[in-house]
């Protein structure tokens, strides 16, 4: 992506900022590879809920905050279940129901769901977006769904 701003000096939305190499990366997720770092240091798992900017601690609910109560992955429940195709809501909901059920059948689960969402380039980006919509906080308890579970 440019760093590229408006006149207010606000970085313009990423669907205007993403370069055609930086689409190519996203569409395949090889923008992914370098969080296979931060497994290796231990600072990441491989499944686990996504890693989120700092301030969205801020605006998040305090059961949407059990989602730090492991470690961050490169993949996670909320990824093969909509990935940037569902509302922040959804995503921070399917992250507690993972912090709740997690093991390693379920990993391995998300692991292979995972390749197929890759490979079938599901969920890259919410309508009219490169990624997501920015999270503007949440007032609402997540409701309780499980998704793909069954």
């Known amino acids: 992506m440019t760093d590229e701003k408006n006149a207010d000096g606000e970085l313009l939305p ?6 055609r190499f930086g689409r190519f990366l996203r569409t395949w997720s090889l923008d992914e590879i370098p969080g296979f770092l931060n497994v290796l240091t231990g600072d990441m798992s491989v499944v686990g809920p996504r890693p989120q900017d700092v301030e969205f601690m801020k605006k998040c609910t305090p ?57 079938l380039r599901r969920g890259i980006s919410a309508k009219g977006h490169a990624t997501m919509p920015e999270f503007k906080g949440s007032d609402n308890a997540p409701l309780s769904i499980q998704k793909s579970a069954s």
């Open 14 to 19: 990423d669907q205007w900022r993403l370069t």
């Open 63 to 119: 059961c949407q905050l059990r989602r730090h109560e492991v470690k961050p992955g490169i993949t996670g429940w909320a990824q093969v279940n909509g990935r940037n195709n569902i509302s922040w809501e959804e995503r921070f909901e399917l992250d507690v129901w993972y912090v709740d059920n997690k093991g390693l059948w379920l990993d391995l689960k998300i692991i292979y769901m995972t390749v197929i969402t890759v490979l």
